[in-house]
Each structure stands twice: as structure tokens, then as C-alpha cells.
């Protein structure tokens, strides 16, 4: 027997663009079917990604500034790891916010349904023995990890799931992919101890970035990590009882190695292709991607499409935006997707954080722009933090002077980014910044210091 529900809007997909654009439309006043095939509401990011990585990175980043006081006259005994305990509270702290979602779900009286779902035609889908008719309809069915195809079906080869489920420490752990998740987890393993290699195809880590951003991250891992293999490629993977036999490839030659464990963290692939989208006339390209107006509305108009499915940077604070637009416009308000910058954070140690365009970007664009830096080795709160090695950078175009870019790295960058994506927003001049009193000593004084140098009114204050 199937069940028949009827909605003004189903949104597939349950992640924070789904439940947010589920809860918005709710709250608007549309009947609201929430279609998730998982047992939890939260999607990657509260599931498997952003959440547990924070909790982990917390713990090791906690160890860490331990284990940095050494230097500073205060010893502590090495940390006596208990892994049930730390993936039990990494659980718990997940489970306390999807809980949550499930309470804000059944206040807004939307219907949440456990299930694959499944476009059987532009007004319809099935999910499990369910049948949805709806007027309108919201894709959120994100990203799954990328993989590559010679690898052998083996349990020591993880995904970012895996490595997240935190099965045991590994002692030689190789990451494949020197991008933001690969990163993360590898600064997990490498604060619990494993041996941890990094590879990268491209010539440097966290591609997209400025290279002086990332330089300060490179010196601490170079100290950190066995190593780090960029302009190198993994072209092989051999399962042996002892290990994983690894076959790298880069310009001085071939070379193999053993790891007890592999990370693969070679990018994200949307879901856009599982969903029958065909049958409903939505066009999905050949990715798996569904292209969007700003509107959010797909090739057919009362269908809309969020987050990671509609394309890069696949970010969580990118799919809720996006979800609230796209709930505004299927309740009838004339809501439009019009931001300029969305912020990119690595929290890994340092921390690295930009939003709008790089110096590398402007110039690959033959943009005329000037740039401006202050190192945080003259910040009086940075040193106190052991932080000096840090950097905050602001990009302005050269005829407008408007601010189009700040990157910044070192201790909380990732916090500190939001007032440089208000000043872009708000179209601020380096000089507004400038002029706005910024408390000291904190770390959001570089920003004021940044700009200053801009304006050439920089007078140090420690
Ligand atoms: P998702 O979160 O992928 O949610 C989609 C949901 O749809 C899933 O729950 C899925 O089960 C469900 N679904 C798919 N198909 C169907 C179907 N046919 N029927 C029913 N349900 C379906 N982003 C950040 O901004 N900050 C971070 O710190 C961060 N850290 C990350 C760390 C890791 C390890 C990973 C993997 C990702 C991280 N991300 C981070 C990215 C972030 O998780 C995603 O950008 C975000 O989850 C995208 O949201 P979404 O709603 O588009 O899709």
C-alpha cells in the first residue's frame, strides 16, 4: 500500500539547504514535505563533514596549544588518547544538533519523510512507498565524494566518512588531495598521532588561494607531516596484507611507498544525476550539476535547485543562502540571489580564510588592482597567541578603490573573515575600515592595520 501526500512544496534532500529552505517556505506558510534518505536530518555537513571535522579539530587543536606551552614554562604530560570516547563525543555533539533539526521540523509542522526520493513527473515523486504531488518542488540532494577508479575495494582506503568515523589511528596515513577537507583531516591524524603524508597533483596545497596565505600552513605541516608530495600524482594502489603499496608519479620520477591507511580527498561529485530529474524535465549536465537563474529556478520554473547540486564552491553557508532564496521565490516573494562574495575557510592550524577575488585571480584576469598586507608578526595579540607567522591581506580595485578581496591566515582567520565579507558587501574602501575603531589588542585590528597601510596612515600599535 502506498501512502499519497500532498504539498505546495517537497524539497528533496535534507541537508542545510534542504532543511533551511523547508523551514523558510514553512514559515511562509506552504504545506512543506521534507524528503531525506537518511535516518537524520543535517545532510554531509552535520552528518559527515563540517560538524564532526570542527569537533575533531577542536580536540587536536586543543592538544596543540598544550603541547606548544612547553615552550612557554608549562609542561604537560603527553595526552593519553581514548578514541572511543573522543568519537563518542564527536557522535553526541551530532546527534544533540540533528535532534534539534527534527524538533524545528515538527514545530513547523513539516512533514519529513524517511526515503530515496525519486522525480516520477514534474508534479510528482516517490519515495519508498510514498508518493508526493506537489506544486512546487526544491532540489537538495548535495555532493558524495569523488573517487578514482584504480582503486582496489579495500577497508584501509577511506573516504572523508571514514575517516571521520575515526575506526583508529593509523600509523602511516597517506592523504590524497592537498585541498581544505583533505587538509582538515589530515591535521586530525596528524594531532593523534599517525605519520601523515599529503599528496597533491596540483603545484601547491589548497589550490584557489593565494600562495602567501598558504605559505605560513606549509611551514607549520613541513615541520609536522612525514611530507608533503605537490606536482606528484597517485597513479596506483596495490592492497597487500602488510599495507597499501602506493605508486606516485611526478616530474623527477616514480616512486612507491607502504601506508597503513589512505584518505582519498580528491573533490566532490553532485548528486544531480540519481534523481530521475528527466522525468520531471529538469536539466541536469553531464556532471551531475543543475544549472540555476538567480532565482534559483531550474530549466522548468516551479522546480528550484540549491547547494552543492547547483555547483562550486560547494560550501554549507553557500546552500543555505541559496535555500532561502529559493523558499522566498516558491512562496511568491521576489527574493534574488545577488551576493557578491561567499568566504572560504580551511580550519586547519593555522587557519586559513579568504572571500572575493585573490591577487592570483586578479592578475590571471589582467584586473588593475593594488594590494596591501600586514604581517601579524607586529600584531601585539598575535604574538601572544604564538600566532606571529600570520598574514591579513586586502585587495582593492585600482580605479574605485573599493575592497574585491581580503585573505587572511593564522590563529581564528576563520572568524575574522566575516567583517571583510561585510566590507565587500557594503562596498567599503580600505579607508572606511580604517576609520571604524577596532578593539586591542585583538586579531581584528590586522584587518584595521591592513587597511591602514593601504592609506598609507599606519602608525604600529602593539
Ligand atoms: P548535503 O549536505 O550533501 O545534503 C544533501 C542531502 O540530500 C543528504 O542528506 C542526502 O542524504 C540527501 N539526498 C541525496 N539524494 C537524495 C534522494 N534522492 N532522496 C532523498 N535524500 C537525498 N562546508 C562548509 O561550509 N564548512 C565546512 O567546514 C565544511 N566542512 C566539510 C567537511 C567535510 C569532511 C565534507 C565532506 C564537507 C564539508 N563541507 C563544509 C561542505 C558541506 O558539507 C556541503 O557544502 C553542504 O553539506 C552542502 O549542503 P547541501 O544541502 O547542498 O547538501
Not at 523558510?24 to 537524520?40: C, T
Not at 591524524?189 to 597533491?200: A, H, I, N
Not at 572575493?356 to 601585539?380: D, H, I, K, Q, Y
Request: net charge negative; charged share 20%.
Amino acid at each position: 500500500v502506498s501512502d499519497e501526500l500532498e504539498a505546495d512544496l517537497v524539497v528533496l534532500g535534507g541537508g542545510p539547504g534542504g532543511y533551511t529552505a523547508a523551514f523558510r517556505a514553512a514559515d511562509l506558510g506552504l504545506s512543506v514535505v521534507l524528503v531525506e534518505k537518511r535516518e537524520s536530518l543535517g545532510g554531509v555537513c552535520l552528518n559527515v563533514g563540517c560538524i564532526p571535522s570542527k569537533a575533531l579539530l577542536h580536540s587536536v587543536a586543543v592538544m596543540e596549544e598544550a603541547r606548544a606551552l612547553g615552550n612557554r614554562g608549562v609542561e604537560f604530560a603527553s595526552p593519553d588518547i581514548n578514541l572511543e570516547q573522543l568519537r563518542s563525543w564527536k557522535d553526541g555533539t551530532v546527534k544533540k544538533l540533528s535532534d534539534g533539526l527534527s524538533g524545528l521540523a515538527r514545530r513547523r509542522k513539516v512533514r519529513v519523510i524517511t526515503g530515496e526520493g525519486r522525480f516520477t513527473g514534474a508534479h510528482s515523486l516517490e519515495a519508498g512507498s510514498t508518493v508526493v504531488r506537489f506544486d512546487k518542488a526544491i532540489i537538495a540532494v548535495g555532493s558524495r565524494p569523488a573517487t578514482l577508479p584504480f582503486l582496489p575495494a579495500d577497508s584501509r582506503i577511506m573516504d572523508s566518512t571514514g575517516a571521520l568515523a575515526l575506526e583508529e589511528i593509523p600509523e602511516r596515513l597517506l592523504v590524497i588531495g592537498g585541498g581544505i577537507i583533505g587538509l582538515e583531516m589530515a591535521t586530525v591524524y596528524s594531532g593523534l598521532g599517525s605519520s601523515v603524508t599529503v599528496v597533491e597533483v596540483t603545484d601547491g596545497l589548497i589550490p584557489g588561494c593565494d600562495r602567501d596565505l598558504v605559505r605560513p600552513l606549509e611551514r607549520r605541516i613541513a615541520k609536522r607531516y612525514e611530507s608533503v608530495l605537490t606536482g606528484t600524482r597517485v597513479t596506483g594502489v596495490e592492497a597487500l596484507p602488510s599495507g597499501l603499496k602506493v605508486l606516485f608519479e611526478s616530474a623527477d620520477g616514480t616512486k612507491t611507498e607502504v601506508y597503513d591507511r589512505i584518505l582519498v580527498a580528491v573533490g566532490r561529485q553532485p548528486n544531480g544525476g540519481l534523481i530521475d530529474a528527466d522525468k520531471a524535465g529538469v536539466s541536469v549536465n553531464e556532471h551531475g550539476f543543475i544549472a540555476v537563474d538567480q532565482h534559483q529556478r531550474t530549466n522548468v520554473p516551479h522546480i528550484f535547485a540549491i547547494g552543492d547540486v547547483v555547483g562550486n564552491p560547494m560550501l554549507a553557508h553557500k546552500a543555505t543562502y541559496e535555500a532561502k532564496v529559493a523558499g522566498e521565490v516558491a512562496a511568491g516573494m521576489g527574493a534574488i540571489n545577488d551576493a557578491k562574495v561567499i568566504p572560504s575557510v580551511a580550519y586547519t592550524d593555522p587557519e586559513v580564510a579568504w572571500v572575493g577575488l585573490t591577487e592570483e585571480e586578479a592578475n590571471s584576469r589582467g584586473l588593475a588592482v593594488e594590494v596591501a598586507s600586514f604581517p601579524w608578526m607586529a600584531s601585539g595579540r598575535a604574538l601572544t597567541m604564538n600566532s606571529g607567522d600570520g598574514l591579513t591581506k586586502i585587495v582593492t580595485d585600482a580605479q574605485t578603490h573599493a575592497i574585491l578581496g581580503v585573505g587572511m591566515v593564522g590563529s581564528h582567520a576563520g572568524e575574522l573573515i566575516a567583517e571583510a565579507a561585510l566590507a565587500i558587501e557594503m562596498g567599503c574602501e580600505p579607508g572606511d575600515v580604517a576609520l571604524t575603531i577596532h578593539a586591542h589588542p585583538t586579531l581584528s585590528e590586522t584587518f584595521a592595520f591592513a587597511s591602514e597601510a593601504f592609506e598609507g596612515t599606519l602608525t604600529e600599535l602593539y
